[in-house]
């Protein structure tokens, strides 16, 4: 999927582990089918899982976003109404993957892309009291870092007008520019930063028995427009759902238009990075955009 991106196999994280981790040396070592973009996961017995970056680095600016991430999972602990798993390991550079990486405990569940008949209007409430939940915890006066996800404001770029033009033969390219234009002009949030999830995308989200549950891909915190988290609205639901988890969120309408904006930046651009790559990720941008076009 991306330029630099290095597979590595069960047998050498297994590898890693016993010369690193002995406390887990002999569980069995397993790649779990996921979608994602960032970390390949291969979970680790029944515990626990290594998170090993499909683009690795082994310079000081990786390992210090790894201790960041873990920090944050940590602080968050206990806070939430779902599972937050625990780092349990900043793994080192080892044969065949020269990048760091991590072990993190494993949360039990099925990852929302993958998961079936779920009710609706309880994941709309779930995830909204997530969310909700994130945006009341303290910021200490922080405002965006420059990293996290969403932080800065919804402004036009070459990458969204470029990604556009290179997904005109799969959507309508001026249907598409106008719902952008229309997220732009949307009045900017005036308000204290919040402290945000940042990417509440399905694969992000874990379901157990019918409800949320947990959460994975944990990053260092991000802090900005409330707004930027309301992605799922067009990432995950339908209406009446919809109209519920917008309710449930309880933010106006112009946040609604500026979430909007988030959504359909998020989903342009992986529509056609991902095409040929990612099937289960370009399904979920196709869908998402396909859902914003009509609302």
Known sequence: MHP???????????????AQLPGLAGQPVRRVESAGT??????????HVARIPLVPSADADAHGRLEADAAHARSLAGRLPVDVPRPVHLGEPFDGYPGWWMVWTWAEGTSLD????????????????LLRTFHALPTHGRTWNGIGRG??????????????????HLLDAAAATEVWERTLAAPAHEGPAVHLHGDPVPGNLI????RLA????????????????LVPAWAVFEDP??????DAMGLDA??????????????????HYYEHTNPVFFAQARRTLERLLRA
């Open 207 to 210: 379901v157990r028995d019918g």
């Open 241 to 246: 759902s919809r109209r519920l988890f917008r």
């Open 114 to 129: 993958r998961a079936t008949a779920l009710d609706g209007s309880l994941l709309a409430s779930d995830l909204a009291r």
């Open 254 to 271: 112009a946040a609604w238009e500026r979430g909007r904006g988030w959504a359909f930046e998020m989903a342009i651009g992986a529509l």
């Open 151 to 168: 932080g800065r404001p919804l402004a036009d770029t070459d990458w969204v007008r470029s990604s556009i033009a290179r997904s005109a």
């Open 214 to 229: 947990g959460l994975v891909d944990i990053t260092e915190p991000s802090f900005g427009d409330p707004a930027a988290d």
């Open 38 to 47: 960032v970390v390949a996961p291969f979970r680790i017995g029944r515990r």
């Open 4 to 18: 630099g991106q290095v597979d590595v196999t069960a047998e050498q994280v297994a590898a890693a582990i016993s």
